[in-house]
């Protein structure tokens, strides 16, 4: 089986953020995870808190408010810690959220660093999500969930 070819975008967004000094760019497999999500909601309404190719927002992450609810959110940068039950809102109805830079945790309630992981556990529990987290490369791991209700 072939791997589709990348975005012509992708390879263009790499080069800019490799001539910034850029160097923390998602990697292959959660790039692959997020065009999957977003394949599932054709014509939704697609965010990303971090940084973005389409429409780039520049302030605090709440500026993308006036744009939810999301039908896949990417949340990868603010709001990930600080607020992450406003994430949560932010969603539709069977909304899809990705958060990945997790390192894998064999254990429950999980843990990083000898500590429960508080902002997974909060997700991984949530009552309006159904979550889970997968593996994206052997030592990282993302957290994907879908909000419960019926998608719009």
Do not use: N, Y
């Not at 992708?10 to 977003?38: D, I, N, Q």
């Not at 993308?64 to 940068?77: S, W």
């Not at 949530?126 to 909000?147: F, M, Y």
């Amino acid at each position: 089986m072939s791997e589709r070819a990348v975005p012509v975008r992708v390879p263009a967004a790499e080069r800019l953020a490799a001539e910034a000094g850029f160097r923390k760019s998602c990697t292959a497999e959660v790039g692959r995870l997020l065009r999957t999500a977003a394949a599932a909601k054709p014509g939704g309404v697609v965010a990303e808190s971090g940084t973005g190719r389409v429409s780039v927002l520049t302030g605090d992450w709440r500026l993308l408010e006036r744009h939810a609810p999301f039908d896949v959110f990417f949340c990868d940068g603010g709001g990930k810690r600080d607020d992450p039950e406003r994430v949560v809102e932010l969603l539709a109805p069977g909304g899809i959220l990705v958060l990945d830079d997790f390192t894998p945790s064999a254990e429950w309630p999980p843990r990083f660093e000898g500590e429960v992981d508080e902002l997974r556990l909060f997700h991984l529990t949530h009552p309006d999500l159904d979550a889970t987290e997968v593996l994206t490369t052997p030592t990282t791991s993302a957290v994907v969930a879908a909000r419960r209700g019926a998608p719009r």
